[in-house]
């Protein structure tokens, strides 16, 4: 069935520092990979987004990949900074369905 | 611009009580969503409108009643709620074109089921 897993859970970097969330996924048509940026109490807010047939994005300090052969993909961050804690939620859409399915969520923590 | 309205920012009400969410957006978007998140949660899809018609229904409890009036606006009717209801309601929405389906959300209701 539709499924999308996320790792890791917390993730805490020194700030400069890079950090990497990766989501797998089980449906080989799905093609469409968001990701999304949570604060506290607030909406998610499209930070990226790729589309099956490519393989990299990026968007100054962000950027996403895809394997598709894997089924895996991945947000990696440079440089992080302060305002870049929060929660990351990866998603994805099949291309028969209209609708957008959400991995589990990483709390990712910038230490000063 | 890519907004998405919500109104209330905060709802508490009884268990017996009637209530509405609503949502709109000018982004010219024919598709529109609501979703529920817990805290510490993913958002879990309810429904989805497709061109004001109701295109997904993800086996909601009928306590919970969307209604689309037009292509901009969609509505959450909320009627003998659970305190499990609770949540944070969250309206999106995204073109039906080739540009691609990137979904756009709101800030969300949060809701207080007492």
């Known amino acids: 069935g539709e499924n999308v897993e996320q790792h890791p859970s917390t993730l805490s970097v020194q700030e400069g520092d890079s950090a990497v969330i990766k989501c797998t996924y089980s449906?080989?048509?799905?093609?469409?990979f968001p990701w999304y940026k949570q604060e506290l109490g607030k909406g998610p807010q499209l930070i990226i987004d790729?589309?099956?047939?490519?393989g990299e994005k990026k968007d100054q300090r962000i950027a996403v990949t895809l394997n598709k052969t894997a089924k895996h993909f991945s947000l990696h961050i440079t440089e992080t900074q302060p305002e870049d804690s929060a929660v990351y939620f990866c998603?994805?859409?099949?291309?028969?369905?209209?609708?957008?399915?959400f991995g589990s969520g990483t709390r990712l923590s910038i230490r000063p | 611009d890519t907004e998405v309205t919500q109104t209330p920012k905060h709802l508490v009400m009884g268990m017996t009580n009637k209530k509405s969410l609503k949502c709109e957006q000018h982004?010219?978007?024919?598709?529109m969503y609501w979703y529920k998140q817990k805290a510490k949660k993913p958002p879990e899809l309810m429904f989805v409108?497709?061109?004001?018609?109701?295109?997904i229904n993800e086996s909601v409890p009928s306590r919970f009643s969307p209604e689309c009036p037009n292509s901009s606006l969609l509505n959450l009717h909320l009627h003998a709620l659970q305190p499990e209801d609770s949540a944070l309601y969250l309206c999106?929405?995204?073109?039906?074109?080739?540009?691609?389906?990137?979904?756009?959300f709101g800030e969300g209701s949060w809701l207080t089921v007492v």
């Open positions: 790729i589309r099956s047939n490519v």
């Open positions: 999106a929405s995204s073109p039906l074109d080739l540009s691609g389906n990137t979904i756009y």
């Open positions: 449906d080989s048509a799905s093609n469409y």
């Open positions: 982004m010219g978007h024919r598709a």
């Open positions: 998603a994805l859409r099949y291309s028969s369905a209209s609708k957008i399915i």
């Open positions: 409108y497709s061109y004001e018609k109701l295109s």
